[in-house]
Protein backbone atom coordinates (compact mmCIF):
# COMPACT_ATOMS: atom_id res chain seq x y z
CA UNK A 1 0.00 0.00 0.00
CA UNK A 2 1.41 3.29 -0.63
CA UNK A 3 2.07 6.00 1.86
CA UNK A 4 0.10 8.69 3.10
CA UNK A 5 -0.17 11.85 0.68
CA UNK A 6 -0.91 14.99 3.45
CA UNK A 7 1.06 13.14 6.53
CA UNK A 8 4.28 12.14 7.31
CA UNK A 9 7.92 13.13 8.87
CA UNK A 10 11.46 12.51 7.77
CA UNK A 11 12.82 14.04 10.75
CA UNK A 12 12.53 15.42 14.32
CA UNK A 13 12.53 19.07 13.34
CA UNK A 14 11.50 19.96 9.75
CA UNK A 15 8.94 22.75 10.13
CA UNK A 16 5.78 21.18 12.32
CA UNK A 17 2.24 21.42 10.39
CA UNK A 18 0.54 19.29 12.40
CA UNK A 19 0.41 17.76 15.48
CA UNK A 20 -2.00 14.99 17.15
CA UNK A 21 -2.33 16.17 21.19
CA UNK A 22 -5.02 14.85 24.04
CA UNK A 23 -6.43 17.49 26.54
CA UNK A 24 -5.91 16.08 29.74
CA UNK A 25 -9.54 14.60 30.59
CA UNK A 26 -11.83 12.74 33.03
CA UNK A 27 -9.31 9.81 32.78
CA UNK A 28 -6.86 12.06 34.71
CA UNK A 29 -9.67 12.72 37.52
CA UNK A 30 -9.52 9.04 37.85
CA UNK A 31 -6.19 8.76 39.63
CA UNK A 32 -6.07 8.26 43.48
CA UNK A 33 -2.94 7.89 45.76
CA UNK A 34 -3.92 4.06 45.72
CA UNK A 35 -3.47 3.82 41.60
CA UNK A 36 -1.05 6.24 40.58
CA UNK A 37 2.20 4.26 40.77
CA UNK A 38 0.47 1.47 38.40
CA UNK A 39 -0.97 4.29 36.15
CA UNK A 40 2.27 5.57 35.59
CA UNK A 41 2.03 8.78 37.76
CA UNK A 42 3.92 10.27 40.18
CA UNK A 43 0.90 12.02 41.85
CA UNK A 44 -2.11 13.29 41.63
CA UNK A 45 -1.97 16.33 39.49
CA UNK A 46 -4.53 19.04 39.33
CA UNK A 47 -6.98 18.65 36.54
CA UNK A 48 -8.45 21.97 35.65
CA UNK A 49 -4.44 23.24 36.22
CA UNK A 50 -2.97 20.62 33.64
CA UNK A 51 -6.20 21.69 31.20
CA UNK A 52 -5.20 25.34 31.26
CA UNK A 53 -1.30 24.45 30.73
CA UNK A 54 -2.50 22.01 28.06
CA UNK A 55 -4.62 24.48 26.43
CA UNK A 56 -1.57 27.15 26.79
CA UNK A 57 0.45 24.53 24.98
CA UNK A 58 -1.57 24.11 22.27
CA UNK A 59 -2.12 27.97 21.93
CA UNK A 60 1.16 27.99 21.48
CA UNK A 61 1.48 25.37 18.44
CA UNK A 62 -1.37 27.23 17.42
CA UNK A 63 -0.06 30.68 17.26
CA UNK A 64 3.09 29.50 15.07
CA UNK A 65 0.78 27.67 12.99
CA UNK A 66 0.98 24.14 13.85
CA UNK A 67 -2.76 22.58 12.66
CA UNK A 68 -3.87 20.35 15.91
CA UNK A 69 -5.82 17.72 16.26
CA UNK A 70 -7.15 16.29 19.28
CA UNK A 71 -7.39 12.61 19.29
CA UNK A 72 -10.42 12.47 21.02
CA UNK A 73 -12.16 14.10 18.28
CA UNK A 74 -10.78 11.75 16.18
CA UNK A 75 -12.16 8.97 18.35
CA UNK A 76 -15.51 10.26 18.33
CA UNK A 77 -15.53 10.92 14.57
CA UNK A 78 -13.97 7.42 14.21
CA UNK A 79 -16.44 5.94 16.50
CA UNK A 80 -19.44 7.15 14.08
CA UNK A 81 -18.47 4.17 11.76
CA UNK A 82 -20.08 0.73 12.31
CA UNK A 83 -17.45 -1.67 11.72
CA UNK A 84 -14.87 0.51 14.22
CA UNK A 85 -16.98 0.58 17.02
CA UNK A 86 -17.78 -3.03 16.39
CA UNK A 87 -13.74 -3.48 16.19
CA UNK A 88 -13.01 -1.28 19.81
CA UNK A 89 -15.54 -3.37 21.73
CA UNK A 90 -13.77 -6.83 20.81
CA UNK A 91 -10.56 -6.09 21.18
CA UNK A 92 -11.32 -4.04 24.83
CA UNK A 93 -13.84 -6.65 25.95
CA UNK A 94 -12.54 -9.61 24.60
CA UNK A 95 -9.16 -9.84 24.58
CA UNK A 96 -6.34 -9.60 27.08
CA UNK A 97 -8.00 -5.84 27.93
CA UNK A 98 -10.93 -7.53 29.08
CA UNK A 99 -9.73 -10.01 31.82
CA UNK A 100 -10.92 -8.25 34.60
CA UNK A 101 -14.43 -8.73 33.64
CA UNK A 102 -16.40 -12.47 33.57
CA UNK A 103 -19.07 -13.25 31.21
CA UNK A 104 -21.91 -11.40 32.44
CA UNK A 105 -19.72 -7.92 33.28
CA UNK A 106 -18.64 -8.19 29.60
CA UNK A 107 -22.11 -9.06 28.51
CA UNK A 108 -23.26 -5.83 30.19
CA UNK A 109 -20.14 -3.57 28.83
CA UNK A 110 -21.37 -4.85 24.89
CA UNK A 111 -24.30 -3.53 25.06
CA UNK A 112 -23.32 -0.18 27.40
CA UNK A 113 -20.85 0.21 24.30
CA UNK A 114 -23.48 -0.76 21.66
CA UNK A 115 -25.59 1.79 23.24
CA UNK A 116 -23.83 4.90 23.78
CA UNK A 117 -23.30 7.98 21.33
CA UNK A 118 -20.04 8.35 19.93
CA UNK A 119 -18.94 10.89 22.53
CA UNK A 120 -19.91 8.65 25.42
CA UNK A 121 -18.14 5.73 23.87
CA UNK A 122 -15.12 7.88 23.87
CA UNK A 123 -15.45 8.81 27.37
CA UNK A 124 -15.87 5.00 28.20
CA UNK A 125 -12.78 3.92 26.09
CA UNK A 126 -10.89 6.99 27.67
CA UNK A 127 -11.96 7.43 31.55
CA UNK A 128 -12.57 3.72 31.96
CA UNK A 129 -15.24 1.95 34.18
CA UNK A 130 -15.13 1.58 37.71
CA UNK A 131 -17.41 -0.92 39.98
CA UNK A 132 -19.77 0.98 41.17
CA UNK A 133 -20.66 2.51 37.43
CA UNK A 134 -22.17 -1.05 36.12
CA UNK A 135 -22.92 -2.84 39.82
CA UNK A 136 -26.58 -1.81 39.22
CA UNK A 137 -26.82 -2.76 36.09
CA UNK A 138 -25.20 -6.38 35.79
CA UNK A 139 -27.22 -7.49 38.47
CA UNK A 140 -26.39 -10.15 41.06
CA UNK A 141 -25.29 -12.43 38.59
CA UNK A 142 -21.90 -12.39 38.59
CA UNK A 143 -19.53 -12.92 41.27
CA UNK A 144 -17.01 -9.93 39.72
CA UNK A 145 -19.05 -7.07 40.80
CA UNK A 146 -19.74 -8.48 43.94
CA UNK A 147 -16.30 -8.99 45.34
CA UNK A 148 -14.29 -6.02 43.65
CA UNK A 149 -14.41 -3.10 45.75
CA UNK A 150 -16.81 -0.11 44.77
CA UNK A 151 -13.61 1.92 42.94
CA UNK A 152 -12.03 -0.56 41.65
CA UNK A 153 -11.27 -0.41 37.78
CA UNK A 154 -13.28 -2.93 35.45
CA UNK A 155 -11.06 -1.07 32.94
CA UNK A 156 -8.67 1.00 33.80
CA UNK A 157 -8.36 4.97 32.93
CA UNK A 158 -5.82 5.78 30.33
CA UNK A 159 -4.26 8.69 32.13
CA UNK A 160 -1.34 8.89 29.90
CA UNK A 161 -3.13 9.39 26.69
CA UNK A 162 -1.80 13.25 27.16
CA UNK A 163 1.57 11.73 26.27
CA UNK A 164 0.53 11.08 22.48
CA UNK A 165 3.88 10.74 21.42
CA UNK A 166 3.94 6.99 22.38
CA UNK A 167 1.52 5.47 21.20
CA UNK A 168 2.22 6.30 17.19
CA UNK A 169 4.96 7.41 15.13
CA UNK A 170 5.13 8.63 11.36
CA UNK A 171 7.83 7.43 9.46
CA UNK A 172 8.45 9.29 6.18
CA UNK A 173 4.46 8.88 5.11
CA UNK A 174 3.61 5.62 7.21
CA UNK A 175 2.50 5.37 10.77
CA UNK A 176 3.93 2.76 13.52
CA UNK A 177 1.31 1.55 16.11
CA UNK A 178 3.23 1.05 18.78
CA UNK A 179 3.23 -1.66 21.13
CA UNK A 180 3.42 -0.32 24.73
CA UNK A 181 5.92 -2.25 27.04
CA UNK A 182 3.92 -1.05 30.15
CA UNK A 183 0.36 -2.71 30.59
CA UNK A 184 -1.28 0.61 31.78
CA UNK A 185 -0.57 1.93 28.37
CA UNK A 186 -1.55 -1.23 26.20
CA UNK A 187 -5.35 0.05 24.91
CA UNK A 188 -3.74 3.47 24.13
CA UNK A 189 -2.20 1.85 20.86
CA UNK A 190 -5.73 0.02 20.65
CA UNK A 191 -7.33 3.73 19.83
CA UNK A 192 -4.67 4.94 17.68
CA UNK A 193 -4.28 1.73 15.93
CA UNK A 194 -8.49 2.36 15.36
CA UNK A 195 -8.62 5.78 14.41
CA UNK A 196 -5.53 5.47 11.53
CA UNK A 197 -7.41 2.71 10.08
CA UNK A 198 -10.81 4.04 10.02
CA UNK A 199 -10.96 7.67 10.61
CA UNK A 200 -11.79 9.34 6.40
CA UNK A 201 -8.58 11.48 7.46
CA UNK A 202 -6.02 9.17 6.88
CA UNK A 203 -8.09 6.67 4.55
CA UNK A 204 -5.08 5.32 2.51
CA UNK A 205 -2.28 5.38 5.24
CA UNK A 206 -0.19 2.26 5.28
CA UNK A 207 0.63 0.57 8.95
CA UNK A 208 3.91 -0.49 10.49
CA UNK A 209 4.57 -2.55 13.16
CA UNK A 210 1.11 -3.13 15.10
CA UNK A 211 -0.01 -3.09 18.93
CA UNK A 212 1.10 -6.61 19.48
CA UNK A 213 4.30 -6.82 17.91
CA UNK A 214 7.39 -6.61 20.25
CA UNK A 215 7.45 -3.82 22.59
CA UNK A 216 8.10 -0.47 21.43
CA UNK A 217 7.49 2.90 22.68
CA UNK A 218 7.19 6.30 20.25
CA UNK A 219 9.30 8.00 23.07
CA UNK A 220 12.46 5.98 21.84
CA UNK A 221 12.00 6.68 18.26
CA UNK A 222 14.14 9.73 17.14
CA UNK A 223 14.62 10.39 13.21
CA UNK A 224 17.53 11.89 13.11
CA UNK A 225 17.51 12.64 9.45
CA UNK A 226 15.65 11.22 6.40
CA UNK A 227 16.73 7.15 6.65
CA UNK A 228 18.20 7.36 9.71
CA UNK A 229 16.19 6.46 12.96
CA UNK A 230 17.67 6.18 16.58
CA UNK A 231 15.42 3.89 19.14
CA UNK A 232 16.52 3.53 22.85
CA UNK A 233 16.26 0.16 23.93
CA UNK A 234 15.68 -0.23 27.73
CA UNK A 235 12.81 -0.13 30.46
CA UNK A 236 10.05 0.28 27.74
CA UNK A 237 11.36 -0.67 23.85
CA UNK A 238 13.07 -4.51 24.00
CA UNK A 239 16.06 -5.16 21.75
CA UNK A 240 13.19 -7.66 19.76
CA UNK A 241 11.22 -4.21 19.68
CA UNK A 242 14.00 -2.17 17.93
CA UNK A 243 14.84 -5.21 16.00
CA UNK A 244 11.50 -5.83 14.19
CA UNK A 245 10.89 -1.64 13.76
CA UNK A 246 14.95 -2.04 11.91
CA UNK A 247 13.08 -5.00 10.00
CA UNK A 248 9.80 -3.29 9.13
CA UNK A 249 11.32 0.01 7.88
CA UNK A 250 14.34 -1.80 5.72
CA UNK A 251 11.76 -3.92 3.96
CA UNK A 252 9.63 -0.78 3.13
CA UNK A 253 12.43 1.40 2.16
CA UNK A 254 12.22 3.91 4.75
CA UNK A 255 15.62 3.50 6.33
CA UNK A 256 18.61 2.80 5.71
CA UNK A 257 20.48 2.64 9.22
CA UNK A 258 18.45 2.20 12.61
CA UNK A 259 20.70 2.93 15.80
CA UNK A 260 19.77 1.16 18.94
CA UNK A 261 20.60 2.59 21.94
CA UNK A 262 20.72 1.22 25.30
CA UNK A 263 19.33 2.97 28.11
CA UNK A 264 19.62 2.24 31.97
CA UNK A 265 16.89 0.00 32.95
CA UNK A 266 14.68 3.12 34.96
CA UNK A 267 12.27 5.05 35.30
CA UNK A 268 14.11 8.49 34.79
CA UNK A 269 15.36 7.24 31.34
CA UNK A 270 12.30 5.57 30.45
CA UNK A 271 12.66 6.17 26.47
CA UNK A 272 15.29 7.61 24.63
CA UNK A 273 13.46 11.22 24.69
CA UNK A 274 14.06 11.85 28.39
CA UNK A 275 17.76 12.08 27.84
CA UNK A 276 17.99 13.35 24.03
CA UNK A 277 15.84 15.20 21.60
CA UNK A 278 17.18 17.28 18.84
CA UNK A 279 16.47 21.04 18.06
CA UNK A 280 18.37 21.01 14.98
CA UNK A 281 19.40 19.07 12.03
CA UNK A 282 23.01 18.75 13.59
CA UNK A 283 21.99 19.21 17.58
CA UNK A 284 20.69 17.67 20.26
CA UNK A 285 20.29 18.55 24.11
CA UNK A 286 21.55 15.97 26.17
CA UNK A 287 21.52 14.62 29.33
CA UNK A 288 25.44 15.41 30.11
CA UNK A 289 25.36 12.23 33.15
CA UNK A 290 24.64 9.57 30.25
CA UNK A 291 26.34 11.37 27.10
CA UNK A 292 30.11 9.76 27.20
CA UNK A 293 28.21 6.54 28.35
CA UNK A 294 25.77 6.35 25.89
CA UNK A 295 26.57 3.93 22.94
CA UNK A 296 25.23 2.70 20.16
CA UNK A 297 24.58 -0.13 18.08
CA UNK A 298 24.02 0.06 13.72
CA UNK A 299 21.65 -2.03 12.11
CA UNK A 300 21.87 -2.21 8.73
CA UNK A 301 19.97 -4.03 6.46
CA UNK A 302 21.66 -7.08 4.32
CA UNK A 303 19.99 -8.44 1.81
CA UNK A 304 16.57 -10.23 3.90
CA UNK A 305 18.53 -9.89 6.77
CA UNK A 306 20.16 -7.59 9.00
CA UNK A 307 23.48 -6.85 10.43
CA UNK A 308 24.22 -5.31 13.99
CA UNK A 309 27.54 -3.70 13.88
CA UNK A 310 29.63 -3.10 17.22
CA UNK A 311 28.60 -0.71 19.22
CA UNK A 312 29.92 2.64 19.61
CA UNK A 313 29.37 5.90 20.93
CA UNK A 314 26.00 7.07 20.44
CA UNK A 315 27.29 10.43 18.92
CA UNK A 316 29.90 9.11 16.81
CA UNK A 317 27.47 6.31 15.71
CA UNK A 318 25.17 9.33 14.91
CA UNK A 319 27.26 11.40 12.66
CA UNK A 320 28.23 8.45 10.54
CA UNK A 321 24.68 7.08 9.63
CA UNK A 322 23.70 10.33 9.18
CA UNK A 323 26.76 11.48 6.89
CA UNK A 324 27.54 14.71 8.67
CA UNK A 325 30.84 15.44 10.64
CA UNK A 326 29.50 16.30 13.90
CA UNK A 327 26.24 15.76 16.23
CA UNK A 328 26.83 18.93 18.28
CA UNK A 329 25.35 18.17 22.40
CA UNK A 330 24.20 21.28 24.05
CA UNK A 331 24.36 20.08 27.78
CA UNK A 332 21.30 20.01 30.34
CA UNK A 333 22.23 22.68 32.42
CA UNK A 334 24.47 23.57 34.67
CA UNK A 335 26.09 21.22 37.02
CA UNK A 336 25.59 17.55 37.86
CA UNK A 337 22.85 18.27 40.54
CA UNK A 338 21.25 20.72 37.87
CA UNK A 339 21.49 18.63 35.42
CA UNK A 340 19.86 15.22 37.05
CA UNK A 341 17.46 17.77 38.23
CA UNK A 342 16.47 19.33 35.30
CA UNK A 343 16.28 15.86 33.45
CA UNK A 344 14.16 14.44 35.86
CA UNK A 345 11.80 17.33 34.83
CA UNK A 346 12.00 17.08 30.94
CA UNK A 347 14.68 19.37 30.43
CA UNK A 348 15.29 17.27 27.48
CA UNK A 349 12.48 16.27 26.54
CA UNK A 350 11.65 19.41 23.56
CA UNK A 351 9.66 19.23 20.57
CA UNK A 352 11.26 21.54 17.59
CA UNK A 353 8.82 23.38 15.86
CA UNK A 354 11.77 24.16 12.66
CA UNK A 355 15.05 24.18 13.07
CA UNK A 356 16.13 25.95 16.02
CA UNK A 357 13.11 26.84 17.51
CA UNK A 358 12.21 24.37 20.29
CA UNK A 359 9.21 24.13 23.10
CA UNK A 360 9.80 23.18 26.37
CA UNK A 361 8.77 23.68 30.20
CA UNK A 362 10.16 27.31 31.45
CA UNK A 363 10.85 25.88 35.01
CA UNK A 364 14.37 24.19 33.22
CA UNK A 365 15.96 27.75 33.18
CA UNK A 366 19.48 26.14 33.37
CA UNK A 367 19.19 24.19 30.11
CA UNK A 368 16.84 26.38 28.12
CA UNK A 369 19.76 29.09 29.27
CA UNK A 370 22.20 26.89 27.60
CA UNK A 371 20.10 26.03 24.34
CA UNK A 372 19.92 30.10 23.79
CA UNK A 373 23.69 30.43 24.33
CA UNK A 374 23.89 27.95 21.48
CA UNK A 375 21.19 29.67 19.30
CA UNK A 376 18.30 27.86 19.63
CA UNK A 377 14.81 29.87 20.22
CA UNK A 378 13.39 28.02 23.35
CA UNK A 379 9.58 29.14 23.31
CA UNK A 380 8.45 28.40 26.90
CA UNK A 381 5.67 26.65 28.45
CA UNK A 382 4.18 25.89 31.92
CA UNK A 383 4.00 22.81 32.73
CA UNK A 384 4.04 21.68 36.28
CA UNK A 385 0.88 19.14 35.98
CA UNK A 386 0.76 18.44 33.18
CA UNK A 387 4.85 17.07 34.15
CA UNK A 388 3.81 14.87 36.87
CA UNK A 389 2.47 11.87 34.74
CA UNK A 390 6.59 12.25 33.65
CA UNK A 391 6.78 14.01 29.69
CA UNK A 392 7.69 17.20 28.71
CA UNK A 393 6.89 18.65 24.90
CA UNK A 394 8.01 15.53 23.42
CA UNK A 395 5.78 13.25 24.82
CA UNK A 396 2.76 15.16 24.76
CA UNK A 397 2.95 15.57 21.05
CA UNK A 398 2.74 13.54 18.23
CA UNK A 399 3.69 14.95 14.51
CA UNK A 400 1.31 13.85 12.03
CA UNK A 401 3.31 16.12 9.80
CA UNK A 402 6.26 17.95 9.39
CA UNK A 403 7.87 19.61 6.76
CA UNK A 404 10.39 17.24 4.68
CA UNK A 405 13.66 18.37 5.01
CA UNK A 406 14.65 18.25 1.48
CA UNK A 407 12.39 20.65 0.60
CA UNK A 408 13.63 23.24 3.17
CA UNK A 409 17.14 22.81 2.02
CA UNK A 410 15.86 23.12 -1.76
CA UNK A 411 13.57 26.46 -0.51
CA UNK A 412 16.85 27.86 0.84
CA UNK A 413 19.06 27.29 -2.49
CA UNK A 414 16.56 28.44 -4.59
CA UNK A 415 16.08 32.00 -2.47
N1 LIG B 1 7.87 9.94 25.42
C1 LIG B 1 7.88 9.99 26.72
N2 LIG B 1 9.03 10.20 27.37
N3 LIG B 1 6.77 9.76 27.37
C2 LIG B 1 6.61 9.84 28.77
C3 LIG B 1 5.53 8.93 29.25
C4 LIG B 1 5.26 9.05 30.71
C5 LIG B 1 4.24 8.06 31.20
N4 LIG B 1 3.74 8.41 32.49
C6 LIG B 1 4.84 6.66 31.27
O1 LIG B 1 5.38 6.35 32.29
O2 LIG B 1 4.74 5.89 30.35
Redesign the pocket.
Known sequence: MAGHPSAGADSEVGRLRTVLLHRPGPELARLTPHNHDRL??DGIPWVAQAQDEHDAFAATLGSRGVEIVYLTDLLTETLADDEARAAIAHTTLDGYAGRRLGDAVRAHLHRLFADAAPEELTRLLTAGVRNDEVRAGVGPSTLVTSLLADDEFLLDPLP?LI?T??SSVWLSDRVAITSPA?R??HRESHLTDLIYRHHPRFAGAALLHGHESEPL???DVLLLSPGVVAVGVGE?TTPAGAERLARELFAAGLASTLLAVPLAME?AT??L??VCTMVDVDQVVMYPNVADTLTAYAITAHGDEVRVARPEPFLVAAAKAMQIDTLHRIDTGLDRVTAEREQWDDGN?TLALAPRVAVAYERNDRTNARLEEAGIEVVRIAGSELGS????P??LSCPVAREPLAVRDAAMLDA
Open positions: LFNFRDMAREGGRRMHDTNGRGGRC
